[in-house]
C-alpha cells in the first residue's frame, strides 16, 4: 500500500525513480509521481492511473536532476487525482507520505488559523504545509522536518526533498516499512528491499519511532526520544528480491508455478538431513505447557490460520481461537496464563496484525510469527519468527505465500503433537514422510491447468458463485471466494458445507455454479450429500476430488477437476492448487487485471 523511494545519486535520478517504482507496483496504486531538485529548484510530475502515464509525461515535460523522491499513492484521504498525488509540495519543500496522519485535521485548523490555505483533500498536504511553516519562522530543512515529525499522530513513512537542497533527503517511520540503502556515492530510501535492490544490496531497516537524515555521504539515525543511534547494516539476497515474470504472463502466473519449488524448500528448514525430525532454526517452542494457542491475521493468511485450527486442535489437541486482526484488539480479549499467540504475515507489516501483536505484547507467554520477509516489524517484535521462504511475492493475490504458511503451519502443529504426547514416532514419521512428498503432489495438480482454464471459460461468464467445503476444506472454500472475487471481480461466497441449508440454498439456480471441494476423506459422504441437494434444485456443481471422489460421486454434476490422492491432513494446501488457478483463468478469460487488481494493495500498512 503505497511505496516510497529516495535516490541521492550521480546521476539524472528521473528514470531511477520510475523504475524503483516499477518494482513497488505489487504494493498497489492508482497514481503517481517524483520530485527533483537540479541547480536548487524543485520541481514535481504527476500523473494518475499506472506508471506509464507518468512516464509518457516526463518525455513530453522532463524533470532535470541527480536527487529526487517518488511515490506510488493507494487513495485514502481524497478520491485519485493529480491534485491529490504525491509528492505534495509546499514552497520549498516536497514530502511522500505511506500512511494515514491521524491529527491532520487538528494541525489544519492550526494552519488555517495562520492564514494558510489548502488545494488538496489529503492528508499528507499538511505535513508539507506544516513543515514550510517551521521553515519560514526561521528553522533549517532538517529541524523543520524532525519538528513535523515530531507532532505527527498515526501510521506513516515519510521522505522529505527541500528546494536549494540537492545532498538531503530527510525520512522517518512509525507504523509503515522505510529502509535506506547504501550504495558508493549515493543513498538511496525505499519502502522495502525489493525497490532498493537493483541499486545495493546493502541496506538499514529504519525501526518503529526512527528518523534519518541522509547525505550522499551518511546516514544519521534518531530514534523516537531523538537520540542519535545505530542500525545494523544487512546485505540482501538479491536472489529473493527479482521480480521478473520469468515467461509468464502475469506474475500470478509465475508464482503458482513455483510453488513446488518453494514448498520443497520451507520444507527442508523444518525438516533438515533426513527429514525425519523437525527444527526451529532461529529458536525453539515447547508445547508441552501451551494451554491455548491465539492465532491473528488478515484476508488470506487469516484463513491459513483457520486451516491450522484444524491441525492444532485434531493433531496436538491444543485449543485454539481464530481471529481477524482487525477486530481483535479491539474486541480487548483477555490474554490468559498458558496462551502463545501467533501471527501470520506475508508482509510483516500488516498494520492490524501489528497491531494486534502490540496488544499481545507482555500478555501472552510467547509471541510467535509466520513470515515472509525475515526483517519485517512483526518479524522483529515477536520472540520467534518462522520464515515461509516463498520468496518476493508480487501478485496482489496470495499464492505461493499461503500454500508456505500452511506447510509451516502444519509442521508447527506436528511439533506441537510430538511435544505433548499426541503422536507416536511412527504416526509422525508418516505424517513428516508424507509432507516430503508434497510438492511432487503439488506438481501434478499444478498439470490440471489445461482443464481448469477450459472450466474457467464458462465460469467467466457468470455473476455469482458459491464455493462449499467441510471441515478442513471449509476455510479453503473461503480462500478460493476470495481469490475468484480479488481478481476477476465476480461475486463469490464461501460457507461450511453444512450451513447449505441454513440459507444460501435460497440462492441456488441454474444460473449459480457451485465449487464442491471435496477429498474422498472421513467427510467425504457429507459432502456429496450436500452437493446432490444442490443438484435437485438444478445448481450446476464443479466437483474438486480425487479419482475415488469422482467414481463415488461424480454423477450428475456440472463438470469436474480432479487432484492427486493424497492424506488428508494435507489436502488443504494441495487444493489451494484449483482455487488458486480456477481464480487466475477466470479473470484471465474476463481481461482484467491479474497482478494489480482494482482498489487492492498488497501490503495493507494503514488501518
Request: charged letters at 20%.
Amino acid at each position: 500500500m503505497c511505496g516510497i523511494v529516495g535516490v541521492l545519486g550521480n546521476h539524472e535520478v528521473a528514470p531511477i525513480l520510475v523504475e524503483a517504482l516499477k518494482r513497488l507496483e505489487y504494493r498497489g496504486y492508482d497514481s503517481a509521481g517524483i520530485a527533483t531538485v537540479n541547480d536548487s529548484t524543485l520541481d514535481r510530475r504527476r500523473a494518475v492511473g499506472k506508471l506509464v502515464n507518468l512516464s509518457d509525461l516526463l518525455v513530453h515535460e522532463p524533470l532535470r536532476g541527480k536527487s529526487g523522491i517518488g511515490h506510488t499513492r493507494w487513495a485514502t484521504h481524497g478520491a485519485p487525482s493529480i491534485t491529490n498525488a504525491h509528492p505534495h509540495q509546499a514552497g520549498p519543500v516536497a514530502v511522500v507520505h505511506n500512511g494515514i496522519v491521524e491529527n491532520f485535521r487538528e494541525l489544519r485548523a492550526e494552519l488555517a488559523e495562520k492564514g494558510i490555505s489548502f488545494v488538496t483533500e489529503t492528508d499528507t498536504e499538511t505535513i508539507a504545509l506544516v513543515a514550510q511553516s517551521h521553515m519560514q519562522s526561521g528553522l533549517q530543512p532538517i529541524d523543520a522536518a524532525l519538528k513535523t515529525i515530531a507532532q505527527l499522530e498515526g501510521a506513516f513513512a515519510l521522505a522529505f526533498l527541500f528546494e536549494g537542497e540537492e545532498d538531503l533527503i530527510v525520512a522517518a517511520r512509525k507504523g509503515s516499512p522505510l529502509a535506506i540503502g547504501h550504495g558508493e556515492g549515493e543513498m538511496f530510501v525505499g519502502s522495502d528491499a525489493i525497490a532498493l535492490s537493483p541499486l545495493t544490496d546493502r541496506v538499514t531497516y529504519l525501526e518503529e519511532g526512527d528518523s534519518a537524515v541522509v547525505t550522499r555521504a551518511s546516514v544519521t539515525i534518531r530514534n523516537e526520544l531523538g537520540e542519535v543511534v545505530q542500525r545494523e547494516c544487512k546485505t540482501i539476497n538479491i536472489d529473493q528480491t527479482q521480480v521478473d515474470k520469468g515467461g509468464h504472463k502475469h506474475f500470478m502466473a509465475k508464482e503458482i508455478a513455483e510453488q513446488p519449488t518453494v514448498l520443497g524448500e520451507a520444507i527442508r528448514h523444518y525438516l533438515p538431513n533426513d527429514g525425519t525430525q523437525i527444527c526451529l532454526p532461529g529458536g525453539d517452542l515447547d508445547f508441552s505447557k501451551v494451554k491455548r494457542l491465539v492465532m491473528v491475521a488478515c484476508g488470506t493468511a487469516s484463513y491459513a490460520c483457520l486451516t491450522a485450527k484444524y491441525w492444532f486442535e485434531q493433531i496436538a489437541g491444543i485449543p485454539v481461537e481464530v481471529d481477524v486482526a482487525s477486530e481483535f484488539r479491539y474486541r480487548e480479549p483477555p490474554i490468559t496464563e498458558g496462551t502463545v499467540a501467533l501471527f501470520v504475515s506475508q508482509s510483516g507489516e500488516t498494520a492490524d496484525t501489528l497491531a494486534a501483536l502490540r496488544y499481545c505484547s507482555g500478555k501472552a507467554d510467547r509471541i510467535v510469527s509466520v513470515i515472509n520477509v525475515p526483517e519485517s516489524s512483526i518479524a522483529r517484535e515477536s520472540d520467534l519468527a518462522l520464515p515461509i521462504l516463498a520468496g518476493a511475492e508480487i501478485g496482489v493475490a496470495s499464492t505461493k505465500a499461503f500454500t508456505c504458511q500452511l506447510s509451516v503451519l502444519l509442521i508447527l502443529a506436528l511439533k506441537a503433537a510430538q511435544d505433548r504426547g499426541q503422536l507416536g514416532a511412527e504416526e509422525l514419521n508418516q505424517h513428516l514422510c508424507d509432507l516430503r512428498a508434497l510438492p511432487g503432489l503439488i506438481n501434478q495438480a499444478i498439470g490440471s491447468e489445461s482443464k481448469i482454464s477450459q472450466v474457467a471459460a464458462k465460469l467467466a461468464e457468470t455473476r455469482d458463485i458459491l464455493f462449499l467445503g467441510r471441515g478442513r476444506m471449509f476455510p479453503l472454500a473461503l480462500e478460493g471466494a476470495l481469490k475468484l472475487k480479488e481478481i476477476s471481480y465476480i461475486h463469490a461466497e464461501a460457507y461450511a458445507s453444512g450451513e447449505l441449508k441454513h440459507g444460501p440454498i435460497a440462492l441456488i439456480d441454474q444460473h449459480v455454479p457451485v465449487v464442491v471441494l471435496a477429498p474422498h476423506d472421513e467427510l467425504y459422504d457429507k459432502s456429496i450429500s450436500n452437493m446432490q441437494e444442490v443438484m435437485a434444485r438444478a445448481g450446476k456443481v464443479l466437483l474438486i476430488t480425487d479419482a475415488k471422489g469422482l467414481k463415488d460421486g461424480a454423477e450428475g454434476t456440472w463438470d469436474t477437476i480432479q487432484m492427486p490422492q493424497v492424506s488428508d491432513i494435507l489436502s488443504p494446501i494441495l487444493y489451494a492448487i484449483p482455487a488458486q488457478l480456477l481464480a487466475y483463468h477466470t479473470a484471465v478469460a474476463k481481461g482484467t487485471d491479474v497482478d494489480q487488481p482494482r482498489n487492492l494493495a498488497k501490503s495493507v500498512t494503514v488501518e
